[in-house]
């Protein structure tokens, strides 16, 4: 695991108790998008019916947040994340992915941080 947040490099860290991920590149940005241990378990739910071969069960591959303005859309085996622009309230998707990681790699990224929340204690 430690690998793996190495190569993407990203580390997490407390800032005044509240866990926080310094955020090197747009992996970390995305990652720090989902804070709370429910929101962690619902997309991880949505990653393991896609690499079940279950995607078609999934109600909506769009992983978002509009705040920062990135976009992850979950396909079969890996993960797209985007950058939006809001155009008459319509939001648009830029038109090249700012990066696409295989799900088995961002599972283990998401249960590490899932983790580093988890042993913080302060979205208890």
Known sequence: MQDLLNRFQI???KDKGRPSIICHNDISR???VWRTED???????DIDLCLSGKYEEIEDPWWDDGL?????????????VFTSDKID??????????????LTEFRVILLAWKK????SGFYK
């Not at 929101?39 to 739910?45: A, E, G, K, R, V």
């Not at 920062?68 to 797209?80: A, D, H």
């Not at 309230?89 to 295989?102: E, M, Q, R, S, Y």
């Open 68 to 80: 920062i303005k990135l976009y992850g859309n979950l396909q079969p085996s890996y993960l797209q």
């Open 89 to 102: 309230d319509k939001v648009i998707l830029g038109k090249t992915p700012l990066f696409t990681i295989p």
């Open 116 to 119: 580093f929340i988890n042993e």
């Open 39 to 45: 929101m962690i378990l619902d997309f991880l739910n």
């Open 30 to 32: 995305y990652l720090y």
């Open 11 to 13: 580390n997490f860290y």
